[in-house]
């Protein structure tokens, strides 16, 4: 089955410490997304990214980072100078091919910082 | 789509009783609208969306929406609700052409027995 893949599913992060979460998908969709889910506050853009080896920044990109090595690949990178890292992080992909981008999501990976 | 509002962040309701949540956008052009529904610690799935055509589109789960250009809303509704409705419904909209996807803040559904 195609689909998208978040990992790890629960993610706990000492403070000072960088950590990486994992997004794979086999839909063969050319862009890819990172979104922060907070309570009360919807879903806010991170990065994204169109074709592989090129990405943009989104509305909260400062203290992360990414890569687009694979066009099934998009990794999450938060460092340590995200002042307030918990949440839950969404990864999703879409087909440029398709007229209205619909967005198909992860499951989500739930950071704490301890 | 330059911004998405959902009116209410929560609506309880008894089971089987109709709901309706509701919806606002702006844009100074076109757009495509989306429904979301995501269930506790899950990724969001898509429930139905507006591309062109019929105002009234159906999507899974018994839910419809209906588009109204002139009052710049997009407002989903069930006209019987179930326990497993529980959950956090987003309303979405993009630009007809544009990538981003501009959000609302959720609208959490509670249904009672």
């Known amino acids: 089955d195609g689909g998208i893949t978040q990992s790890p599913k629960y993610l706990f992060r000492k403070e000072g410490q960088n950590v990486t979460l994992s997004c794979e998908q086999n839909?063969?969709?050319?862009?890819m997304y990172w979104y922060r889910q907070d309570p009360g506050q919807g879903l806010r853009l991170i990065y994204y990214s169109q074709i592989v080896n090129d990405f943009q920044k989104g509305d909260i990109a400062e203290g992360y980072s990414v890569s687009r090595e694979k066009k099934e690949s998009f990794p999450l990178t938060v460092t340590s100078a995200q002042k307030n890292p918990t949440a839950f992080y969404l990864c999703?992909?879409?087909?440029?091919?398709?007229?209205?981008?619909?967005?198909?999501f992860g499951p989500g990976t739930r950071l704490t910082v301890l | 789509a330059q911004s998405v509002t959902q009116l209410d962040s929560q609506v309880p309701v008894f089971e089987e009783a109709p709901v309706e949540l509701r919806c606002n956008y702006s844009s100074s052009v076109s757009v495509y609208l989306f429904w979301y529904v995501q269930y506790p610690n899950q990724g969001l799935q898509l429930l139905l969306k507006?591309?062109?055509?019929?105002?009234l589109v159906k999507g899974i789960n018994g839910f419809e929406a209906e588009f109204n250009k002139s009052q710049t809303s997009f407002h989903l509704r069930k006209p019987s609700v179930h326990i497993s409705d529980t959950a956090e419904y987003f309303c979405a909209a993009i630009n007809t052409g544009g990538f981003k996807t501009i959000f609302g803040a959720g609208t959490r559904l509670f249904v009672k027995a």
């Open positions: 507006y591309l062109s055509g019929s105002t």
């Open positions: 999703a992909s879409t087909t440029l091919a398709s007229q209205y981008n619909e967005q198909f």
């Open positions: 839909l063969n969709h050319d862009a």
